[in-house]
């Protein structure tokens, strides 16, 4: 909404629903939501259970279709995206962190992390590599090896975030990434999520833990399939969002061109 | 989509890896099937070869004379008696005369088969033939002696060349050259051995082996002075052309016989026809029987297939969350069913031969080698391993993302 035409937000709902059942079961998880995310933005989403946070990162990141209202990613109705475009997509632009680890129990760590870049067409060589690397900026160099079950809870959500990470994706869709971390843990991840946010990228979080939202440049309450509070509204938010950005012109160089005509645009 | 490949080629070997056991039974029915489709074809291209290979040796100027006989049905192959199997030849003594008078004749030579028993007075073999001809056969079939001589015009009507096997299990001995045996009752004595041919199948139906030849004349005697001709044989001049020769024997024949077409006349390939014709028959309804197995082990796969499909359903979400697309997913699923079938392929093949060479060693003839078999047996595989790996990689494809990550929660 705030979005000038010409540089289209990443993410744009309008009127979006989402309905489960039918009859008397009908149910509204999404009851029109409208939200406009910019790029590089960091927005936790809370709410209490059931308000549909996480069908709301499942429809982002395409895993489900609304039932009405338009959703275009980078200015694109997502309706009109071929499935194995919109796959390639996901492999490439989104990362997602589940609430479970929901690694692969056959895979060794390394082949875990690595996994989203076998779908965006990476050779296997490259792919270790590159697993490897981010891997060893989470301090999972030595467990690289290792099988699921022999990590621990932390470690494995960890080594669930090393994969959503790998493939260096501009969206990243966090449906309770530290549910399972000790604080300790919870603050590495989160500096790390804040480090992937700083050169760039867009990060949607849900959390229960409402002091993870001081990561956050944005804060949204979600109540009853609606957007009850948006903390970007008021304009406190503004500055933090207009600060990073030239860290991710730094970063990004072929997407320099679109951020100060966004900038222009949110003033 | 080749780099593709060799990651659904990793993931399908580490998934198979994983349930080793399963995996290898699963492999085991598609063994099955391909192994009995390869025996057959191995054992049944054994046979069309030893016939082929004859045919081949005889020269291509032999033409084989037999009595008309209708194309076997499948009424005649259950029937335990086909009425043309005793039935009396057309074939007459004069017609031997007419050929032997054509100018392009080189060679003629009856066969006439007797039943009845040959035997000493210490030993009676089980299997013999006996065989009552002219001399011109060790022209025309290309015999070989290995010991004395074979009957001519001038041998006296009670000698007899004895095949070699005939040899040893009347006398014990393949030297056995002026020993006295009986066909039916009365003495013959052995003027000649016959070299090993090692040709049970052939297309006189006679296996020279087990065969006591005697001369024409002698045979008559035993069926009351008539000649009664199973087949013959004539061979023509260096340079005919065949099918001229074929036709003219066919005309004279019928002359013969009051204008009845009552032979056939075949020269070339047609010689070993009928009997491959069977063997064709026989190997075909067995490959529908081997088939049977191979489509149980196409149900196995896809039944294997599903159970992975559904334990996998966490994997199937979480791999599409992170980027695979209903058609990456199906692929990986039909790759792994392919390896199932390939490997499962692979080995019934090789257990094919293995069951050929086996079952040769009870039968006269030897499995063959040919690409069109591996062929066959590999497309086969393959087709097996798509046709049932589909459904389920279509299902595996269809999962719905968000309900597969839910499960098992």
Redesign the interface.
């Known amino acids: 909404m705030a979005a000038a035409p010409a540089t289209p937000p990443v993410i744009e709902l309008r009127d979006l629903k989402k309905r489960f059942g039918v009859g008397d079961a009908e149910h509204y998880a999404l009851d029109g939501v409208d939200l406009t995310v910019e790029k590089g933005e960091f927005i936790a989403i809370m709410g209490p259970s059931g308000c549909g946070k996480t069908t709301l990162l ?1 429809i982002i ?1 395409m ?2 279709q609304s039932t009405d209202g338009e959703f275009l990613l980078d200015g694109k109705n997502v309706e009109d995206i071929r ?2 475009k ?7 632009q ?1 990362g ?1 962190i ?1 609430q ?1 680890f ?1 690694l ?1 129990e ?2 060794n760590v390394l082949e875990n992390v690595a ?2 870049l ?7 060589t490259k792919r270790i590599q590159r697993a490897s690397d981010v891997l060893k900026s989470f301090h999972l160099q030595n467990r690289e090896y290792y099988m699921p079950w022999q990590l621990s809870g932390g470690q494995t959500q960890r080594v669930a975030i090393a ?1 959503a990470l790998v ?1 260096d994706p501009s969206i990243i869709l966090a449906d309770e990434p530290t549910g399972n971390l000790d604080s300790k843990s919870s603050h590495i991840i989160m500096e790390e999520l804040s480090e992937i946010h700083k050169k760039g990228n867009t990060i949607l979080m849900v959390t229960h833990n409402p002091n993870l939202t001081t990561y956050a440049t944005r804060v949204i309450t979600m109540l009853d399939g609606r957007i009850d509070t948006d903390t970007a509204e008021p304009t406190k938010q503004e500055p933090k969002t207009v600060k990073k950005r030239p860290l991710s012109k730094s970063a990004k160089p072929p997407k320099t061109k679109k951020k100060p005509a966004k900038r222009k645009a949110k003033k | 989509m080749q780099l593709l490949l060799s990651d659904h080629y990793r993931t399908a070997r580490q998934s198979l890896e994983r349930s080793r056991l399963r995996t290898f039974l699963t492999m085991l029915g598609v063994a099955i099937g391909i192994a009995s489709i390869t025996t057959i074809l191995a054992l049944s291209g054994g046979v069309s070869k030893v016939i082929g290979k004859q045919v081949a040796e005889l020269g291509s100027q032999v033409a084989v004379v037999r009595p008309h006989a209708a194309l076997p049905t499948l009424a005649d192959l259950s029937n335990p008696s086909p009425s043309n199997a005793y039935s009396t030849s057309p074939l007459q003594e004069r017609d031997i005369t007419t050929l032997s008078e054509l100018p392009a004749t080189e060679a003629v030579a009856p066969l006439m088969t007797l039943s009845g028993s040959v035997r000493t007075h210490e030993s009676t073999p089980n299997k013999s033939t006996i065989v009552a001809t002219t001399p011109s056969l060790v022209k025309v079939n290309n015999l070989k002696i290995s010991d004395g001589q074979f009957i001519d015009s001038v041998t006296k009507q009670n000698t007899a060349v004895v095949g070699t096997q005939l040899s040893i299990d009347l006398f014990g001995t393949d030297q056995s050259i002026g020993s006295n045996f009986l066909i039916r009752g009365q003495s013959f004595t052995v003027i000649g051995v016959l070299k090993r041919q090692n040709q049970p199948i052939n297309y006189n139906n006679i296996d020279f082996d087990q065969a006591a030849i005697i001369s024409l004349e002698s045979g008559k005697l035993f069926n009351g002075g008539v000649a009664q001709i199973q087949q013959i044989n004539v061979t023509a001049k260096p340079g005919t052309a065949m099918s001229t020769f074929s036709q003219k024997i066919q005309s004279s024949l019928t002359k013969n016989h009051d204008d009845q077409k009552d032979i056939d006349v075949f020269t070339g390939k047609e010689i070993a026809k009928p009997t491959s014709n069977l063997f064709q028959f026989i190997s075909a309804v067995m490959a529908v029987v081997a088939s049977i197995s191979l489509v149980v082990g196409g149900v196995g796969i896809m039944n294997i297939m599903l159970v992975g499909v559904s334990e996998r359903t966490r994997e199937i979400g979480l791999r599409k969350a992170v980027g695979a697309s209903n058609m990456t997913i199906a692929s990986q699923f039909l790759i792994e069913a392919l390896i199932i079938s390939g490997i499962g392929g692979l080995l019934g093949f090789l257990g094919g031969y293995f069951i050929a060479f086996v079952i040769s060693l009870m039968i006269p003839y030897d499995p063959t080698f040919s690409w069109s078999i591996v062929a066959w047996t590999a497309s086969l595989s393959i087709g097996v391993g798509a046709l049932f790996g589909l459904y389920p990689a279509i299902r595996a494809a269809r999962k719905n993302p968000i309900e597969s990550l839910r499960r098992y929660h």
């Not at chain 1, 919109?86 to 490439?92: E, F, H, Y």
């Not at chain 1, 076998?118 to 296997?124: E, F, K, L």
């Open positions: 499942n990141g895993l489900d499935g194995g919109q796959a390639s997509i996901r492999a490439k989104i997602f589940f479970s929901n692969i056959r895979l996994l989203p076998t779908y965006s067409g990476i050779h296997h994969r493939s």
